[in-house]
């Protein structure tokens, strides 16, 4: 990569989300309509088996319809320890998941971005109400679902706090 002689070799191009969580322009988009508040945020732990929240809580109402956030395929529609949850595998490794969503989908079917998955239901812990644990991962690392319907800014960083040496 060359960066202009004006910057010097002390400025890098950095994404300010994770690069691994950063989405194709309206590749996603919200998994509940109209665009609903967030009633928890992502806490990623320090370490995979600290605590932690491993997803966004999206607020909704019981009966709601959830939607497929991209395209892909439904990896899973089912019960986990008695919640009803709904997986979606898409291009480049990220697969997002929503609960308690009681499915109309079925493992194996595709589906495109505002399809819907399955109706919202009560009864997730953290939620007054009705709300969808909204969550995104790459492998085995969960990412802030909400940096795939945010636009990612990009933004100039140093790469030491030094002044810089200017030749010629």
């Known amino acids: 990569m060359r960066l ?17 969580a950063a989405a194709p322009a ?12 967030v009633g928890r945020p992502f806490d990623r732990p320090e370490h995979d088996w600290l605590p932690g929240h491993r997803g966004v809580d ?4 019981d009966g709601q319809p959830a939607l497929a956030a991209g395209d892909g395929l439904v990896a899973f529609a089912g ?5 009803p949850v709904v997986s979606v595998d898409h291009a ?3 697969r997002t998941t929503y609960e308690p969503v009681r499915a109309t989908v079925r493992t194996g079917q595709r589906v495109d971005r505002g399809s819907v998955l399955g109706t919202l239901e009560p009864g997730h812990p953290e939620c007054p109400g009705a709300c969808l644990h909204w969550g995104v991962r790459r492998g ?11 636009a990612t800014p ?8 030094g002044p810089v040496a200017r030749t010629g």
């Open 140 to 150: 085995r690392e969960y990412l802030d679902p909400l940096g795939l319907v945010r």
């Open 58 to 61: 999206l607020l909704g109402s």
């Open 4 to 20: 202009p002689a004006s910057l010097g070799l002390s400025a890098l191009l950095l994404l300010t989300a994770a690069p691994s």
């Open 26 to 37: 309206g590749g996603f988009d919200w998994p509940l309509r109209p665009r609903p508040a």
């Open 154 to 161: 990009v933004r100039l960083k140093p790469l030491h706090a």
């Open 92 to 94: 480049g490794g990220l």
């Open 79 to 83: 019960t986990v320890a008695g919640k």
